[in-house]
């Protein structure tokens, strides 16, 4: 998200010679800095940011870093119009967290400091689909079961920037997948709640058996995040090709025992945006618990999609992270 730090400008105190004045007398003029509107890119190398006004570059303000906090060098800004063209000197990393600053001013000379982070352009991400989800984890101590998100590519492409979104306890958690190049058939698991253990890695490259850890395996491609688990009972996740991209995927699900409209903000806050973004089928009357996938909510049984793109319920113990959905 952007963060905007305008330079303000301050102007003297104005006295008016009546006793009695009846308002402030402001001289004539703009005294507003321009104001960041828009983040655009189109390929890996440059980033477009629009702004309400016309604006100017000024030239020896821009600074980009990469996650690790390093100046990247060799960015450059020209203005056209209403908009900065910046070309960033780097073919960006999919997925790469980046951190850009800079200042423009109007025509006037109202000047504006801009300091947002972005993430990697990837001009080949995967198709992808959910095909499996497990919300509760158990507590077996032969067979344990963690909470995860199973993706299946559909085709190949690099996964780098891919955002999965998803409802915890309290609130509706995001993560970007970091940069990997996937095959069509390859099945990738997220594991959503790690127990900080030093074999929980992230396999990014050719190696997939490089990461240990419960429900980790070496026919799949293993990512962990510490950013909380699914909600147990009712939830919902939205899987976009890039932040505030395209929806490639949804699911809505329920206890079986709920009945009626959603009042639950954040639950409700992300079911719209899956029916509005036609991944998930919903009424004209507003989200209701009749449309979710209803089970009873069970530490033993996990969310699956069948071979006809319908969800059901595994049975107790069935659940499969990585391997074909029975």
């Known amino acids: 998200m952007a963060r905007f730090f305008p330079l ?124 499996e989800v497990r919300p509760q984890k158990n507590s077996s101590t032969k067979t344990p079961h963690r909470d995860y998100i199973e993706l299946a590519a559909l085709s190949g492409g690099n996964l780098g920037g891919v955002e999965l979104s998803w409802l915890s306890s309290t609130k509706i958690l995001s993560y970007r997948f970091p940069a990997a190049e996937l095959s069509s058939g390859d099945i990738v698991l997220l594991h959503l709640a790690p127990e900080a253990r030093p074999e929980e890695l992230d396999e990014t490259g050719a190696d997939l058996g490089l990461s240990g850890g419960i429900d980790a395996g070496p026919g799949y491609r293993d990512f962990w995040t510490a950013l909380g688990p699914l909600s147990d009972a009712s939830g919902a996740i939205l899987l976009r090709q890039r932040p505030a991209g395209k929806a490639l995927d949804g699911l809505f699900y329920a206890d079986e025992a709920k009945a009626g409209p959603l009042t639950e903000g954040k639950l409700k806050e992300l079911v719209l945006i899956l029916g509005r973004e036609g991944v998930w089928k919903l009424g004209e009357g507003g989200p209701d618990y009749g449309e979710a996938l209803g089970w009873k909510p069970s530490a033993s049984k996990s969310l699956v999609r069948q071979a006809g793109g319908g969800w059901t319920v595994s049975a107790a113990g069935a659940e499969s992270p990585g391997l074909v959905n029975p």
């Open 8 to 131: 303000l400008a301050f102007l003297p105190a104005l006295w008016a010679c009546s006793p009695l004045p009846r308002e402030a007398v402001l001289p004539k003029g703009d005294f507003y800095p321009p104001a960041l509107v828009s983040v655009r890119a189109e390929d890996g190398q440059s980033l477009v940011l629009g702004f309400d006004e016309e604006v100017q570059s000024l030239e020896g303000t821009y600074v980009l870093e990469d996650a690790q906090g390093r100046t990247i060098p060799g960015l450059g800004a020209a203005a056209q119009g209403k908009d900065l063209a910046l070309s960033l000197g780097i073919v960006e990393v999919p997925g790469a967290a980046y951190r850009l600053a800079g200042e423009v001013e109007d025509l006037r000379g109202n000047r504006c400091r801009f300091v947002l982070e972005f993430t990697g352009f990837n001009s080949r991400p995967p198709a992808l689909a959910l095909s």
